[in-house]
């Protein structure tokens, strides 16, 4: 019984370890599968966000046992992977900042229309794009899971082997529930909202249920835009940190910067954690950068090598 229960506790820690790691990440999921799952009919989006959820599910059971025998027989890949993994979160950070600079707000606006101009035309089979959301869902979540399973082994890389396992079921498990959950809530907060508006009551409690309607409907868009701002930053936070972590010289640098920062009396310490904070965004945004230059040099090479 103690051995279980000494097990249980550490399960229990490096899960949490594992949470904070992995917040960043999280939110960039749960702000991509919101945006895509957006656009069906109002009847269509939870059995959608089903559909997402069971690729998710299946996706894990595709992913955690291949990082299993990863960390099990190639245990030095795990880095590799990880670094690999915030270079992606890096340079998708930067796609995002350079689509808001460089695209107008007025070509958004007119592909936004043509979208709903498709969608209205007869022609088009409603079921057939509901069916691609799904599957890009569900691409999109291959990918991000794959990085929250890295990051998670990399936090329990040095545990025993069982709890590895118990560590990354369980996490996965609960990611996938706490995520599409949110997501389904997320997706129904404007329907709530106009249920309310239209269900007519009498008294006070009419004008209080009005105004929480009109209140959700003002609050989804702002949700939704602040979740992907959020999930922007933390891609840049964790990919950095990541990447700082994993090269030694930019490890040893903001540990240094950190320890500097950190012997001011009074604010020492909370100067310190947001100087950690500002240099891995630093060092995300330069390595995402950095990236997007590299990726884009080789397919313009490629192209004048093939023509």
């Not at 340079?91 to 689509?99: C, I, N, P, Q, R």
């Given at each position: 019984m103690d051995d279980i229960a000494t097990v249980l506790d550490d399960v229990a820690i490096l899960s949490k370890v594992a949470a904070k790691k992995t917040a960043g990440v999280l939110g960039d999921d749960l702000a991509l599968n919101a945006e895509q799952v957006s656009g069906v009919k109002a009847d269509r989006e939870l059995p959608v966000v089903w559909a997402v959820a069971k690729g998710s599910f299946l996706n894990k059971l595709i992913?955690?046992?291949s990082a299993l025998v990863i960390s099990f027989f190639a245990p030095w890949m795990v880095m590799y992977l990880l670094i690999i993994g915030g270079l992606y979160l890096c340079?998708?950070?930067?796609?995002?900042?350079?689509?808001k600079f460089i695209v107008s707000k007025q070509e958004d606006e007119q592909a936004h229309a043509e979208k709903l101009k498709a969608l209205a035309d007869p022609s088009i089979n409603l079921a057939d794009i509901e069916k691609d959301k799904i599957k890009g869902a569900i691409r999109t979540d291959f990918v991000l899971s794959?990085?929250?399973i890295v990051i998670i082994l990399g936090t329990v890389a040095a545990e025993p082997f069982t709890t590895q396992i118990t560590v990354l079921s369980?996490?996965?498990i609960i990611f996938t529930i706490g995520v599409y959950g949110f997501v389904a809530l997320i997706v129904k907060i404007d329907d709530l909202g106009l249920y309310l508006l239209r269900k007519s009551v009498s008294g006070s409690f009419d004008k209080l249920q009005r105004f929480t309607g009109r209140a959700l409907l003002r609050f989804a868009p702002i949700l939704m835009k602040t979740l992907a701002v959020v999930g922007t930053a933390a891609m840049f936070l964790v990919g950095g940190g990541i990447i700082a972590h994993g090269v030694p010289f930019l490890h040893h640098f903001v540990e240094h910067s950190v320890d500097v920062v950190s012997v001011f009396p009074t604010v020492g310490t909370i100067a310190g954690s947001l100087t950690g904070i500002a240099l891995n965004g630093v060092i995300g945004i330069a390595a995402g950068l950095l990236t997007l230059v590299t990726l884009t040099t080789a397919r313009k090479i490629k192209g004048a090598l093939v023509n």
């Open positions: 992913l955690v046992p340079f998708e950070g930067v796609e995002k900042l350079l689509h794959a990085e929250i369980l996490m996965s």
